[in-house]
């Protein structure tokens, strides 16, 4: 399984950016799909995640403001991101579950103050 991410930039506080990632190659029956992200010196921390069934779960410091959806035609997951802040700089990755966890590359988001 290939995760391809985009969406990623530099925006300014307050602003918005809406990342995507999809997902290809032995695409099996997915549990789950959703965002993490890793800002400099810190460790990665989940950011949202959805179920193939739609139950989402968020981080509480981007409860309100970012939204994770999915196309399961399309095997691709969104992360509409709003009213971003500075501390939500860091880079981005996509995860796929179908028994096994899957990564993406990794896509940079710069909020600046």
Known sequence: VQLQASGG???QAGG???LSCTASGSIGRIKHMGWYRQAPGKQRE?????????????????KGRFTISRDNAKNTV????????P???????CKC???YDYWGQGTQVTVSS
């Open 87 to 93: 501390d939500d700089t860091a880079v981005y990755y």
């Open 78 to 85: 969104y992360l509409q991101m709003n009213n971003l802040k």
């Open 16 to 18: 918005s950016l809406r």
């Open 9 to 11: 930039g530099l925006v």
């Open 97 to 99: 579950n179908q028994g």
């Open 46 to 62: 989940l950011v949202a995640i959805r179920t193939s069934g739609g139950e989402t779960n968020y981080a509480d410091s981007v």
